[in-house]
């Protein structure tokens, strides 16, 4: 039933109450926000199922103990096996070489190629690229017999599982080069290079005092990634016969597969925290303001 | 604006720069064609060009930032062409924005002082000082990205006074800041300039800021200098066409030439060295200098009258169709409408004339 009042209401909604008036395809919007919050939720369930499942599983099987019940020796017994702690030590320190070596050599290359060849930055660019599309395969084919005369001239250092930090160093490259060049392209680095010059600073200075502070963040976050790929490194470890963490972890997984997935799972940690510490923690990775304030006149 | 100059700033040393006959080649770009200019002693020389005419390319050969591969550059007396940047002793301020992010402003300006090896409280001392001379002073402890783009080349003007440069390079450190804030940061670098006394090159393609700051202003057009000279000078007597045309506004006039003068409207007028001397012409009239006058049979209409505040430009149609802009004042302009005729005439004034 409508009475005269209400269609005479009905009649002036349109008009009177425009303003209260739902702006055409509004709901529509909404169910449109709706729609895709609901897939943004449901991309997010199935990447981290898929990123977290294999680690719940690795968890899972690492803390099973006697009869069903949940236990911590398969982590406690990592430290009870010494050439699992050497791996360890050995990978730690060449990642530590690695990351050294690498940014001695791409800082400054890349640096200089900003400033003084730009033409020659897609070269270099290849260069670094290389090592993705050349299988750890034909590395290892290619380089072994460079190794097996270190290792025949060079006495103990020649033969040192260190010395895994040159192929490393190569591998790290295309990874290590697209952070430095991310970083290097927030920067106007030639100019910079330039006031730091024309105040009096030589080149070693303007890439340590000038430039390095700039690009930290992408520095930091090349370093992690070597880190994390040096730690992850098994094929050519293997194939040239040096027992880094990897070639460890899998031969310990012949002995005690408990421990060895307890290992595997911790270093994956070990890179998620470090991966996160950087992100959270680096300049530049907060989102500091950018943008320069309106012009005002000076006082 | 009300900063003075501390007296301590008012260091710069005066020395003379030459560059003799320098030639730079990019690839088969002749950069600098065999470039020479004398540059006095606390004199302020703006080079002003359009876009690739090597002005820029000049600038950073006497900074180090580039080699000349023919030529020398002296300063002082002193060859200074194979010396590195780090060496020559050069403040620059850059076009683009070029304070270091990782440092406050007060650091930015002592930077140049620590790497002198001046102690922690003299270099504190001496950037407080140049950032009260630009006008910044209390705002030391801001980072770059605090600042606004005039107040970050202010900075940068300080960083560069505050190594008590031979010479200042300013590489067109305005265009990147707006109309207003250029203005008044011209005049403020002026200002500065004269009261610290630095040898100054400034580089530039806005002929309204070379000619307000330069004690002389040198106009550069591929790789060459065509003419160096007082900005009024430069203004009333190009002697190149290439001046006459580029440096302010022009109408181009139909005339005829002969024994030193031409005929404008009715008007003989002188014409200046390097002009075309005889026949046909094309002269090079200054708005200001196209007179125009009412008149109802007149066979030239106004097309347009812009007002500038205290002047007025009237453009008008000559009747082969030429237009030929007027610059007078805004009483002179009463009477000026779209529509209106009016007779056109010129101020005997030297003009410079190209052969039509």
Redesign the interface.
């Known amino acids: 039933m409508t009475s005269p009042e209400g269609a005479s209401l009905g009649a002036a909604a349109p008009k009177g109450g425009a303003l209260l008036a739902r702006p055409k395809g509004a709901g529509r919007g909404r169910r449109s926000s709706r729609g895709q919050l609901g897939a943004r939720i449901a991309i997010l369930v199935v990447v981290f199922g898929y990123l977290l499942l294999p680690l719940i599983a690795m968890l899972e099987f690492s803390t099973r103990g006697n009869y069903g019940s949940r236990s911590l020796d398969s982590f406690a017994a990592i430290f009870s096996y010494p050439d699992l702690i050497d791996g360890i030590a050995t990978s730690l320190e060449i990642a530590v070489l690695t990351v050294f070596g690498m940014l001695l050599l791409l800082v400054p290359t890349m640096v200089w190629t900003v400033v003084r060849v730009p033409r020659m930055r897609r070269v270099i660019e290849f260069m670094c690229l290389l090592p993705l599309a050349i299988p750890a395969i034909v590395i290892v084919v290619g380089i072994a017999p460079i190794y097996h005369w270190m290792g025949t001239t060079l006495g103990g250092v020649g033969g040192s599982p260190l010395t895994l930090t040159l192929i490393d160093i190569i591998l790290v490259l295309p990874y290590a080069y697209r952070a430095i060049d991310s970083g290097l392209r927030t ?2 680095v030639a ?2 290079a ?9 080149w070693p ?1 303007t890439i340590l005092q ?1 430039i390095v ?2 690009i930290r963040g992408g520095i930091l976050s090349a370093s992690v990634l070597a880190v994390a790929l040096v730690l992850g490194e098994y094929t050519i470890s293997s194939l040239l016969s040096f027992d880094t963490l990897q070639v460890v972890i899998f031969l310990l997984g012949k002995r005690d597969s408990y421990v060895a997935v307890a290992v595997a799972l911790s270093a994956l940690v070990f890179a998620f925290v470090l991966l996160y510490v950087i992100a959270r923690f680096a300049p530049g990775a907060a989102g ?12 | 604006m009300t900063a003075t100059v501390p007296a301590a700033a008012a260091t710069g040393r005066s020395v003379a720069v030459q560059f003799e006959d320098m030639h730079r080649w990019y690839g088969s770009v002749h950069a600098l064609a065999g470039l020479s200019i004398d540059i006095a002693p606390g004199e302020l020389v703006a080079l002003l060009g359009p876009s690739g005419c090597g002005k820029t390319t000049a600038l950073r050969a006497l900074g180090g930032l580039d080699e000349v591969d023919a030529g020398r550059i002296l300063v002082d007396g002193r060859d200074v062409s194979h010396i590195p940047a780090s060496k020559r002793n050069m403040g620059i301020v850059f076009q683009a924005y070029s304070l270091f992010p990782n440092m406050t402003a007060g650091d930015n300006v002592a930077y140049g002082l620590r790497l002198r090896g001046t102690g922690r409280d003299e270099r504190r001392k001496r950037a407080n000082e140049m950032l009260e001379l630009v006008g910044l002073g209390g705002f030391g402890d801001r980072y770059p990205h605090q600042l606004s783009g005039g107040q970050q080349q202010r900075v940068a003007l300080a960083r560069a006074l505050a190594i008590e440069p031979e010479v200042l390079l300013l590489d067109e450190p305005l265009s990147a800041l707006d109309a207003k804030v250029r203005r008044q940061l011209r005049e403020e670098i002026r200002r500065i300039q004269i009261a610290v006394g630095t040898t100054t090159l400034f580089v530039t393609h806005d002929q309204e800021e070379a000619l307000a700051m330069g004690d002389r202003v040198g106009v550069m057009s591929a790789g060459r200098l065509e003419q160096i000279a007082p900005p009024a000078e430069l203004y009333d007597h190009p002697r190149t066409r290439f001046v006459a045309e580029f440096v302010g506004l022009t109408n181009r006039i139909d005339g005829t030439a002969a024994a030193g003068v031409v005929n404008v409207f009715g008007t003989n007028v002188p014409l200046l060295e390097g002009s075309a001397e005889a026949g046909p012409v094309k002269v090079l009239v200054r708005p200001e200098n196209v007179r125009l006058s009412r008149a109802e049979d007149g066979t030239t209409r106004v097309v347009a009258v812009s007002f500038l505040g205290s002047l007025c430009r009237a453009q008008v149609t000559l009747p082969d169709g030429t237009l030929v802009v007027a610059q007078m004042s805004a009483a002179e302009a009463s009477g000026l409408y779209p529509g209106a005729t009016v007779n056109v005439g010129v101020l005997p004034a030297p003009v410079f004339a190209v052969a039509d």
């Not at chain 1, 303001?289 to 005002?296: C, K, T, V, Y």
């Open positions: 920067v106007d100019t910079l330039d006031a730091a010059r024309s105040l009096g600073a030589g200075r000038v502070p700039n500091r303001p950018q943008r320069a304030p309106e012009e005002e006149p000076a006082p």
